[in-house]
């Protein structure tokens, strides 16, 4: 126990609360959703085109000039959903199971991520790996007497094709190091807004994927994960009387609707909690504040979430980055506040195309980090 002496000016206190300020400022990270080098995405997804040497040279000039405005980390979405030899000129659907080529590019472009160092303060970069399961990948199509995705592929085949991805991404990104010797991929998650019981087979998927997953991908040195989605209009965050059909736990805290459940089926079927809760959490106002709400939603994750023995320790996947630029200061300040506040706030990163500004508002590089990051002035601090 502390003993701190009685005086008027207490500096004991004063500088525990300042070095947890200093430490939560610290480890608040925050970083882009960054798959494609315009606001076009099908045109301009890079992944697929990554040997094309001038799509290559736009992504390192832009991975540059979000390091030197302050990104920690970029996070790279891969959507699977070609069949193998089809033609396709869709550049943001990825091969299922990834091709040759792919696997190639996606270790090329770990290799690139490494090498960015801020110009500014010489920080390096993390790359993060989401997978999504879309088009000819998407299980929500089907069952499994009548088989998975739109060309019907039976559980057998599905599952070797998940379990082929897993092993090809590790592959392509294990071992990749920063000049620094850290690993430059930190946290791979095997699927995005999971939301049990609102999308169709995801129980099948998870049950049947994430066990293998965890394993290989923690075995690589590389984080596990999946995130999942919060329901983040005013109206929900705000209701303080609503009152859950299923669990009492949620009552009061409706924008945890889909997260406790998802939470919920992974304790019932004995898989692993993630260590970080992530989130989608696309906040929509209508008169309260972008501060307010945030606060607000965090607090309902602290209340209704642990009660499922889920850790007080958020990230948000995606969220929005709106055109204009006074509305996203404000946005942006707001979770950035909240971390400052508060550590259990730890990793945002901004949404980028399709719709990151609301739909149809699609948003290429340059990015203002800053928006999104502490003031300024608080870092200079330290
Ligand atoms: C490479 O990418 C550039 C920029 O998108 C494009 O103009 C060019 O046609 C591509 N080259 C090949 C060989 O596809
Ligand atoms: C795709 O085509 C190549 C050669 O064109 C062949 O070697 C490969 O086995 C094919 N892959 C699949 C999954 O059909
Ligand atoms: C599976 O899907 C097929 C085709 O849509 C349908 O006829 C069948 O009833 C479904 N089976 C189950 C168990 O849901
Ligand atoms: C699944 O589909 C593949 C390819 O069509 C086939 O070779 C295999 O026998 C099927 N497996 C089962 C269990 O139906
Ligand atoms: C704003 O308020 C209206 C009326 O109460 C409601 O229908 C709507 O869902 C609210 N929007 C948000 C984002 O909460
Ligand atoms: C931009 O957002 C601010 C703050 O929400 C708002 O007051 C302003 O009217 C918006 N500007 C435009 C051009 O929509």
Redesign the pocket.
Known sequence: MLHVAQSSFDFSTFVLITIAVISSVLSYEVGVDYHSCGANFVQTAFLTQYHNSTVRAIVLTQLQGMANKGAHFVTLDIWFGVEPNTTNDQYWLATFPISRQEQINLHQYALDVASIQSQIDQHRLRLNVALFWLAAADYRVGNSSSGYGPDHLNATVFTARVEKITDDIIAAVSNVKRSDGVLVVERVYLDYEVMIGAKLNQDWFLQTHYPRFLRVVAAAGFTPSLYFLVDAKEAYILDASYIDPQYPALNGHRCMYWVYRSLKFLNDVQLPLPTRIDFSCYIDRNSSTYAHLVNHVLNDADAALSTLGAPKFYGVAETYY?A????RR?YGQAFALEAMANPRLNHLRFWTTPDAGGKGVHIGYPFEIEDYLPPSDIRQLL
């Open positions: 709106f204009n630029s006074t509305q404000e």
